[in-house]
């Protein structure tokens, strides 16, 4: 069993910048496609951006030129950039690994107007 643990949420003011971090408690050589979704309050969890293990990445359309996806398997890390956050990107951000199918709990990112 693997843990992903986030971190590197907050509160940030529009147009500011925040870098989540996603430590897994094993090793994610293997793991196909690791990603980062979020979900707003009063909203489903949605795609943020996923990175498979040969570094091809895809970004929800929100997020393209803002957010950039990134992972180091030696570290056992995937990362997510944020920058020029707006108050919509308010929500839980969450790692995820495809498969094999673990989440992270959760890291709460805040951007006041």
């Known amino acids: 069993q693997v843990q992903l643990v986030e971190s590197g949420g907050g509160l940030v003011q529009a147009g500011g910048s925040l870098s989540l971090s996603c430590v897994a408690s094993g090793s994610i050589f293997s793991f196909n496609v690791m990603g980062w979704y979020r979900q707003a309050p009063g909203k489903q969890r949605e795609l943020v951006a996923i990175v498979t293990s040969g570094g091809t990445t895809t970004y929800a359309d929100s997020v393209k030129g803002r957010f950039t996806i990134s992972r180091d398997n030696a570290k056992n890390t995937v990362y997510l950039q944020m920058n020029s956050l707006k108050p919509d990107d308010t929500a839980v951000y969450y790692c995820?690994?495809?498969?094999?199918?673990?989440w992270g709990q959760g890291t709460q990112v805040t951007v006041s107007s």
């Open positions: 995820h690994s495809i498969q094999p199918y673990y």
